[in-house]
């Protein structure tokens, strides 16, 4: 399914990244952290979806941090760009085709649980994705993993330590929860996010679940921090922008960059 790609990717670069992460909206620049060893933009993979979301670069960065070798989806694909959910995990597949085994997703999302404020980051615990199509619907591609993969510990408990002890060595406060995915683009109604929070949703967003599943499909560990931009509609009365988002992942960048790095040198 993927072997298009692979090849093309292999005819730029042998690199094979142990860690693959994905950088959510507006946390693209931490792919300047990374000593980089090659960059390739999916407009030059053929057959790839490309990044047409604010604020998503639309590449894959290969390179170290500290001795880890890691590879960048600087910017990923959503299903409200109109890619269907196959084509929007393609990316993932690719990443561990290449060689990486555990995977780091973030993500700029709406808080929910009343006790967050924006700003805060989020360990993501588990998630919903009942109301998005799963990635995995269609034929079943043996190879990359079983028909119907077990999600009890769809998000890996060593990592999620990791990222919760990295976060207390940085003196940076982390919260945990339940992440939803919801296809968007529109932002929720009052309503919608009533139910979302009766159902134990602590933060929603519009991406992540579906690549999780992709990626505990075809076997990686997986781990995920939430960035809370925004509190979610009908938390606040405030109508909530592209803006504000974006505004909140550049005040928390410096903080979410210092993170993920930590993170990565300690797994
Ligand atoms: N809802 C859905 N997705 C989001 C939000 C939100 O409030 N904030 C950032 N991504």
Redesign the pocket.
Known sequence: MISKQIDIIRRITDFEPEIAVVLG?GLGEFAKQVDKVCEIKYSDIEGMPVSTAPNHEGKFVFGNIGNKRIAVMQGRVHLYEGYSPQEAVMPIRIMRALGAEKLILT????GINKNFKVGDFMVISDHISSFVPSPLIGQNDNQLGVRFPDMSNAYDKELKSIIIKTAKELSIPVKQGVYAQ?T?PQ??TPAEIKMLSSIGTDA???STAIEAIAAVHCGFKVCGVSLI??L??GITDMP?TEEE?SNTANASSKQFEALLSGVIRNI
């Open positions: 909206s993500n700029a999302s709406g919801l968007g932002f929720e929603v967003g519009m931009a925004n979610a509609c909530l988002v």
